[in-house]
Structure formats: C-alpha cells, structure tokens
C-alpha cells in the first residue's frame, strides 16, 4: 500500500498544489516558450514555485511536466529529451518537497486524438510509459494524470503508468456544466461514466481538476460518490471561472472564497483537494488552515 493511500486509508485529508502556468507565466515564460524546458535553463525559477507550495502548507506538490509527453514536446523540437525534462522537473520538486511530502508526477494530454486517426493506442501509450518511466527516475511519489476529456486516452495514460512504474497512479478529468446542470467532458464523459473506466484500468485515486471552481467541484464529488463509496478523490479547482478583460485573464475567486467551501467538499466525499488556474499559494494556505481546524 502506497503511504498516500494509507494516509487517506487513516482518516487525513490532503492539501495539494496550486497552478503552475500562472506562476510561470509571472516569472516570465513567453508566449510558445516550452515550460518544461525551464527545468533545465531556469530550475532555480520552477524550484522557487514548488517551495512555495511546501511553504504555504501543502502535502504534497505536482512537477513542472504537464506538456511533458513525446507529442507536446515535439512541437518545440525536443521530442528526443523527453526523459531528460521530466527527470529533471520530478528531481526539482522532489528537492522542494524534502523527505516529508508526497511529489504528483504531472502528466497532461498529448493532444492528439484517437477518433480522428491523429494517434494510435500504442502511439499513446508508447508516449504516457516514456514520461512515466522518466517521472519515477527524477523520485516521484505518484503519477497524476490530469485534465484528461477523452476517456479512451485516460485510461490508456492509466495503464501506461500502472504497467510501467512502482507509482501510484491518479487520475483526474476535466468537466464543464452544461445547460441541464450535468457534468461532462468535452468529449461527453459524465464523472460516473468515467469513474469505473479509470479504476479499472489501474487508477487508485481519481477526480477532476480544472474547468470548475471549487463549489462546482463538490457536485462532481458527489456524482462519483454515488457510483464508488470508496475511491480516493483528488480535486484541483479552479479560482473561479476565468474572466477575459483587455487581454487579461483573471479569476475571481480569493482565498477566503475557496476556503469558505472547503468543509463542504469534505463532507461530499472529497480526499485531497487543491487547486488548478488561477489560484496561488495564499489560497494554498487558506486550505491548509481549513483542513487543519478540521
């Protein structure tokens, strides 16, 4: 049994992460810069947003890898290092992360898909073992598989991660509200719909990140508890909704905001939360000192 398994197993509820590509883009990422490249010219920058995540109180910080794959980084011309970046960006949180918190390998999608011929299956798992394999060299703790809308490439991300490393594999999907007040991807895939699938193929923590903010995020935990009492849920929300104003994004939600729903989500079944776009080390903390009281 994986120790964040037994930490949950135990009665904890986890504090993840904040966003990374905000806080990249901050420092100074520019637009069609590879991010992951920053792993090896500006570690000390990627470093720096790790640590503060520890700093804030979070159990456990994801790796700057999300675009890490063959097919994401072949746009950059880096397809050939594809195990040195995501080596190099699990040994930087790693480092930050010290020997008392859990390290997330991300692993985002490729973005290529399977309905339209674009990739095969084994193209694609091909690509999710490579960053995988790569992810448990640099000393990850689990593989996060995230922001997945295709359940077929999900759950071959899974299988890939399961089959190929010692590492507990998560997996979260995106979903939006639609007009009925249903959640799917934007492939279709309902939370219920996706829950079996991904357990099935290996994942033992699953959830949904993105797309939401955290009130949202509790009707989604509640829908997968109603097909799976027992599964760990991770959710990485959101800021709120993204707000688009003279070429900026921002997003509403303040710290105190996120944490004023996080008993709520608790209650629903939720096991690690954190967050996703927009929000920062302040809403971080303010999770923390929820769960904490809790």
Not at 48 to 61: L, R
Not at 111 to 125: A, C, I, P, R, S
Request: proline letters at 3%; charged letters at 25%.
């Amino acid at each position: 049994m994986s120790k964040i398994i037994q930490e949950i197993q135990n009665g904890r509820i986890l504090v993840s992460d904040g966003a990374w590509g905000t806080f990249l883009q901050k420092k100074g990422l520019a637009p069609g810069e590879c991010p992951e490249q920053w792993n090896l010219t500006r570690a000390d920058d990627v470093f720096d947003i790790a640590k503060s995540y520890i700093d804030a109180g979070a159990d456990m910080i994801e790796t700057n890898s999300f675009g890490g794959n063959y097919f994401k980084l072949k746009g950059y011309g880096l397809e050939g290092r594809v195990f040195e970046l995501n080596k190099a960006a699990a040994e930087i949180s790693r480092k930050a992360a010290g020997p008392d918190r859990f390290v997330l390998g991300s692993v985002g999608p490729t973005g290529k898909l399977l309905m339209m011929e674009e990739v095969t299956e084994d193209e694609l798992y091909s690509a999710f073992k490579e960053q995988s394999v790569a992810l448990e060299a640099g000393g990850v703790d689990a593989i996060v598989i995230e922001t997945m809308t295709d359940l077929e490439e999900a759950r071959i991300a899974v299988k890939a991660a399961k089959e190929n490393t010692a590492c507990e594999v998560i997996c979260t999907m995106t979903f939006d509200k639609i007009l009925s007040g249903e959640f799917r991807t934007m492939m279709g895939i309902s939370p219920a719909e996706m829950t079996e699938t991904l357990i099935e193929a290996g994942a033992t923590i699953i959830g949904a990140n993105c797309g939401n903010g955290i009130a949202d995020m509790i009707g989604i935990v509640k829908e997968i508890r109603q097909v799976n009492a027992k599964i760990p849920i991770l959710i990485h929300a959101n800021a709120g909704m993204p707000h688009y104003c003279d070429g900026e994004t921002t997003f509403p939600e303040s710290p105190a905001d996120m944490a004023s729903r996080v008993k709520e989500i608790i209650e629903a079944g939720a096991n690690i939360i954190g967050g996703c776009c927009g929000t920062t080390p302040d809403h971080i903390c303010e999770v923390h000192h929820v769960v904490k009281s809790i």
